[in-house]
Every structure is written in structure tokens, then in C-alpha cells.
């Protein structure tokens, strides 16, 4: 029998409140009056008016979204030729530097692969700006969303395709028609997880931006290195709020899809006998 | 032909944007600083055909990193960056494998709610998981203001800007990490077989220590591993919480290339930092390689 003791009790009470009380404080305080993070001085909601001012946040979050539209779409469609070659391709010359290559940047320090991608951009005289940050970050989603979408593809039914193509489609057709919904969830999922990696880099947008592109992580970096600021307290709450409902959203969509199947799979049973 | 292409963008690609720079980096290491646009030299001219590359062969050699081994500053940041992600590593373990076990221990409907809460935090933004701990270790921050309003001190203690503060910081960000592997490994785990154990005279403990420990290792040291990878070459951390105290080679990395403008120590501090990363990546690697071969 499997049973919640107190110790199993105690130790996820703990553990889930570590990880969520800093974030549950810094949103409270991001509501303080006072600009002294310290001290309590009321309710207000001034610093989010503050925010929305800045011209500069504002700046910096519009470049960061357009960062990470155009490298999340990117890395999206690399990365799933990446994956399908992984999975599918067979033997080809070089193929183990090519899977190399994709697992190597998954674990990179990021100040690496920073250094090198500013090296190479600076050896071929191309201006630091969002097209190379942009660049940099294809780059390293690219290795991310491979390793989702072929993950997928591993557990796929290949004799679909294959039977897609004795009736008659073209290798293209039966990708589009066949393959593509099946593993649609998971190039979703890597979309999704390439767009927050984007919106999330400090270290490696720090090496690839030029002084016209300051991205978001950059302005909250450098605001935040000489200490506690209530604007960066707000503008954190709101990237809290937006996860949380993207998160939340995604995980009822999926199990609602379960859910969902069951039942179909159990209505198919019951048509069938 | 449409394999070839299939093929070849994604590998040209990765050629461009992952191998190149990492000839360049090389190759830059082996430069000297000079004060010049671009600050080191000699440059590869291959406009100067044959004679370009063997001038510049001629002029490249480990001369910064024999520069590297004589400045303390050097090895002590990359002793001390292994000290912090073993250590941390180690902490992480201990506080995430109750919790990975705990989430084993509730009703199944509830576990994908927890695993959620788990996972959530991997999506929010890292800088901002870590500057929430700046207003709370800080010397007024909140750990300070609730020791000494309870009278427990009646100094404020220095938490932020010194190793503990890496630690935590550490520990707070890379648990999801540590979780997850940990968590899927015991979600496999077999009930029966700790049953046996008791049956058979065991003590909970003892079951515990000869079953589910020795069945969740492969979780036990991929979690491991994707702590201390990453961590050995973490740069926000030690930046925003470790104060000018804690020394890691990311953050000397970081304060080369930006403050000091010395790309061939920048570059020879990567490549030994590399060099570093290797077998535990090629350990990890081969884990992952274990476990999806015991799975197939």
C-alpha cells in the first residue's frame, strides 16, 4: 500500500513551499507603496503605472517578443528537419557529428556558446542587433525543439506514412496529410518551449546584442545588479501572471484531450462489438 | 535530392552557427593580446593565400594559456566553480529526492497537478527566479527582518553576496531539474516488490535502501548531472547573489571579455572550461544511453 506518511507530507509541504514563496513575496511586494523593498507601506498598484511609462522597458519588451516570435519559428522548422533526420534519415555521412551537434548546445554553459556566436559575428563584420540575437537563439532552440519533436517521432507508427504513400501520396503529401498532425503537439510544445527559452535569455543575448537592441532580460539584468527595484518587482509579476495562465491552460487543454480520447477509444470499443 | 536538402540546411546550420564559432574560439585562444581592432593577433588573412595561414601558424601559441596557469586568479575560479556545483548538486539531491518520492506517495489523480507545480517554475523566467531571493537574503531583506523581529540575532546577518547565497540560489533554480528524473524514475517502481522486501523481514528503511534507492539511481544521476552541468559554468547566479567573494569561472569568463576586453583569455578560459565539461557530459550521455536501451 502506498501511503502519504507525515514525513512524505512534511517534506512536499516544504519543498513546494520553497519553491513558491520567493515568487509569492515578490509579487506581493511588487503591490508595496514604499519604494524601500523592506518596509510595508500599503497597498498600491504605482509601480505598474511606472512600468507602463518606461519607455525603455517598453522598448526592450517589444524587441524581446519580436526576438522570440522570428527564433521560436525558426527553430521550430530547423529543428523538426533536425529531428526527422535523427530519427528517420538512416545512415548519411557524418551523421554523428550531426546528432552530436545537436545534443553538445542542450548542455553548454551559456557564457560558451555566447562567446563564440559573438566571435563568429564579429569575424564576418556582421552589426550586433536583434538579426543576430535572433541567430543565437535559432541556434541554440533549434537542439531543443529537435529533441521534443523526435521524441515524438520515435513513438510514431511508421507504417502510416507508409500505407499514406501506397495509396497513392507523394512523400511531401503523406508528411503533410499523416505525419505532421501526429507530431503537431509536440512541434507545438517545442515552439512553446523555444519562444520562453528566447524570452528567457540573459547570458547568450547579453554576447549577441548591439547597443540598439537591449532585450528585456538585459534591462532587468542591468537594473537589478545594484539591488531591489519595485518597477522590476512589477514587470516580474506580470511575466509570473502570463506563465502561470500559458502553464495552467496548457495542462487542463491536455488533460481535457485525454479525457477526451478515452472515451472516444471506449465509444470505438463499445461500436465494435 | 529532397534528403539532401532535408539534410543539409539543418547541418549547414549547426555547422555555421555551432562548429565555426568554436574554431574561432580555439583559434583565438591561441592569439595574443593586443591593443588593436580586433584586440588580438595574429589574424588569419587567407586573402594572403598560403603564405597568410603559415605566417599565422607561426604566430599562434599557448602562450595565454601558460598565462592562465600562472595567475592564481585562474585555477582557484575553476576549483572553486567544481567546489560550488558539487556541493550544490549534492544539496539538490538531498532536498529534491523527498519531494520526487513524496509526489510518488499521493493519490495518482493528484500527482499530474503536482508535477505541473514542479514544472511551472522551469517556465518562468530564471533571472527573475533568482532576483525574488535578492529582496529576501539581503541585509534588510525579509530573513533578516523575521530573525531579528523574533530576537533570534540582533545583528543582521550577511547572507546575500557570499556562497551561501549561491547555494540557495542554486538549489531554488536547478530543482526542477533534480525532480523530474528522480520522479519518474520511483513512478515505475513497482509496489510489490517493497512489499516483498517487508514480507521478507526488512525494515521500512532497509527496503527503502536495498529496493526503491538502487531503482531510482539512473533518475538519481541523470537529476545529478543536470545540476552539476549546468552549474559549472553558470554565470547570473554567482552574478546577482555572490557578491565579488564568490569566485566562478563563468562570471571570470563573463568580466574578461566585457571589462577587461581580453578576448584570447575569454577564449582560453571557454576552451579549459570545455575541456572540463567533457566527461561529464560524455557520463550523462551515456546514462541517458543505459536507460533508453534497459526501456527499448
Redesign the interface.
Same mark, same amino acid.
Given at each position: 500500500m502506498r501511503r502519504l506518511s507525515w514525513f512524505n507530507a512534511t517534506s512536499l509541504s516544504l519543498g513546494f513551499a520553497f519553491l513558491y514563496l520567493p515568487m509569492i513575496i515578490l509579487i506581493i511586494y511588487s503591490f508595496n507603496a514604499s519604494k524601500l523593498v523592506t518596509v510595508w507601506a500599503g497597498f498600491s498598484t504605482k509601480w505598474y503605472g511606472e512600468l507602463f511609462r518606461n519607455e525603455a522597458f517598453l522598448d526592450a519588451a517589444w524587441v524581446t517578443i519580436r526576438v522570440a516570435i522570428m527564433s521560436s519559428t525558426f527553430a521550430t522548422i530547423l529543428g523538426t528537419m533536425a529531428a526527422y533526420v535523427l530519427v528517420r534519415a538512416g545512415r548519411f555521412y557524418g551523421r554523428t557529428l550531426f546528432s552530436g551537434m545537436i545534443y553538445a548546445p542542450l548542455v553548454m554553459p551559456e557564457v560558451i556558446t555566447g562567446l563564440s556566436l559573438l566571435l563568429l559575428f564579429i569575424g564576418i563584420g556582421l552589426d550586433r542587433g536583434v538579426v543576430t540575437i535572433v541567430l543565437a537563439h535559432t541556434t541554440f532552440s533549434m537542439c531543443y525543439v529537435s529533441v521534443v519533436v523526435s521524441s515524438r517521432l520515435v513513438t510514431f507508427d511508421r507504417s502510416l506514412e507508409e500505407a499514406a504513400q501506397d495509396l497513392g501520396c507523394t512523400p511531401m503529401e503523406s508528411f503533410r496529410l499523416v505525419t505532421l498532425p501526429i507530431i503537431a503537439p509536440a512541434v507545438l510544445s517545442g515552439w512553446l518551449l523555444a519562444f520562453t527559452l528566447s524570452l528567457d535569455d540573459l547570458v547568450i543575448a547579453s554576447f549577441a546584442s548591439g547597443p540598439s537592441s537591449t532585450t528585456l532580460p538585459i534591462k532587468i539584468y542591468s537594473a537589478v545588479r545594484l539591488g531591489v527595484s519595485p518597477e522590476i518587482n512589477a514587470l516580474s509579476t506580470i511575466m509570473i501572471g502570463i506563465v502561470t495562465i500559458g502553464v495552467v491552460t496548457a495542462s487542463i487543454m491536455t488533460k481535457r484531450a485525454a479525457v477526451k480520447q478515452m472515451r472516444d477509444e471506449q465509444a470505438a470499443e463499445r461500436a465494435g462489438e | 535530392m529532397?534528403?539532401f536538402i532535408?539534410?543539409s540546411? /539543418?547541418?549547414a546550420?549547426?555547422?555555421a552557427?555551432?562548429?565555426?564559432?568554436?574554431a574561432?574560439?580555439i583559434k583565438?585562444s591561441l592569439s595574443d593580446t593586443v591593443i588593436a581592432i +580586433?584586440p588580438y593577433a595574429p589574424t588569419l588573412d587567407l586573402a594572403g593565400g598560403w603564405a597568410g595561414i603559415v605566417e599565422f601558424f607561426q604566430g599562434v601559441d599557448f602562450e595565454t594559456f601558460e598565462f592562465l596557469t600562472s595567475d592564481d586568479l585562474y585555477w582557484k575560479a575553476y576549483l572553486s566553480s567544481l567546489k560550488i556545483a558539487v556541493i550544490a548538486t549534492a544539496i539538490t539531491l538531498a532536498?529534491?529526492y523527498?519531494?520526487a &518520492?513524496?509526489?510518488?506517495?499521493?493519490a495518482p489523480e493528484w500527482r +499530474?497537478t503536482?508535477l505541473?507545480?514542479?514544472? @511551472? /517554475?522551469f517556465?518562468?523566467?530564471?533571472?527573475?527566479?533568482v &532576483?525574488?531571493?535578492?529582496?529576501?537574503l539581503?541585509q534588510?531583506? @525579509?530573513i533578516n527582518?523575521a530573525l531579528l523581529w523574533l530576537g533570534v540575532i540582533d545583528q543582521p546577518l550577511t547572507i546575500l553576496n557570499t556562497p551561501t547565497a549561491v547555494y540557495i540560489g542554486i538549489v &531554488?533554480t536547478y530543482? /526542477?531539474f533534480m525532480?523530474l528524473p528522480i520522479y519518474s524514475a520511483l513512478e515505475k517502481l513497482d509496489?510489490s516488490l517493497l512489499e516483498a522486501a517487508e514480507d521478507l523481514g526488512c525494515s521500512r528503511f532497509t527496503a527503502f535502501w536495498l529496493v526503491t534507492w538502487p531503482l531510482s539511481r539512473n533518475g538519481i544521476i541523470a537529476g545529478s548531472f543536470l545540476v552539476f552541468?549546468?552549474t559549472?559554468?553558470?554565470?547570473?547566479i554567482p552574478?546577482?547573489l555572490g557578491g565579488s567573494k564568490t569566485l566562478m569561472i563563468?562570471k571570470v569568463?563573463?568580466e574578461e571579455?566585457?571589462s577587461n576586453r581580453d578576448?584570447p583569455v575569454?577564449?582560453a578560459v571557454?576552451v579549459i572550461?570545455?575541456l572540463i565539461?567533457i566527461i561529464p557530459?560524455i557520463l550523462?550521455?551515456r546514462n541517458e544511453q543505459k536507460q533508453r536501451e534497459a526501456e527499448g
Open positions: - | 529532397r534528403r532535408l539534410i540546411v /539543418p547541418y546550420w549547426l555547422l552557427l555551432f562548429l565555426v564559432p568554436f574561432i574560439v583565438i +580586433p532536498v529534491g523527498p519531494i &518520492y513524496g509526489m510518488t506517495r499521493v +499530474p503536482l505541473m507545480l514542479v514544472i @511551472l /517554475p517556465w518562468t523566467s530564471f533571472l527573475i527566479r &532576483y525574488a531571493w535578492m529582496g529576501i539581503g534588510d531583506g @525579509l527582518q &531554488y530543482l /526542477p525532480i509496489d552541468i549546468p559549472l559554468g553558470e554565470f547570473v552574478s546577482l563563468g569568463l563573463w571579455f566585457f578576448w575569454a577564449s571557454a572550461l570545455l565539461l557530459i550523462f550521455q
